[in-house]
């Protein structure tokens, strides 16, 4: 558990470097979500105070966008596409499957610390469907695939 004196500190220093900034609250969640690997709900409060917002629009902005994170995530973060191309190639047999293997839903940590996420678009579309994990590209990912690329984890 962090600290929120800690939190509230770091918070206002990544505050102080957005200073001035239109359209801050994006630049600002990811430069909190990149100190702590998440957004910790202690920084909220502070944000939408700096930026005279309120909090729950804070709360909205950040749950809206899928790349950030409420919890730490796991040792490796496994990324599915959800996009169209993608789902017409096959990809919700894929996340189904991936789902399944790891035993957690969209957001969710296996207890092997891989955190499954959806993310809308990687690019690849013509080599759907594609998957990032630990940031790197793969396409054509099948269950064979995801089996493999979740072994080689161990």
Known sequence: M?????????????LAEHAGMEGALL??????????????????PIIARALNISRAEAHG????YHDF????AGRHVLKLCRAESCQSMGADR????????LGVDW?????????LEPIFCLGLCACGPAAMINGKLVGRVDEARIDALLEGLK
Do not use: W
């Open 94 to 101: 894929v996340a189904a499957h991936t789902q399944k293997a």
């Open 107 to 115: 957001h969710g940590t296996s207890k092997s610390s891989v955190t």
């Open 2 to 14: 962090l600290d929120s004196a800690e939190v509230s500190t770091r918070v206002e220093e990544i």
């Open 27 to 44: 630049p600002i969640l990811h430069a909190v979500q990149a100190a702590y690997g998440y957004v910790p709900q202690d920084a909220l």
């Open 61 to 64: 902005v950040m749950s809206f």
């Open 69 to 72: 994170r409420e919890e730490p």
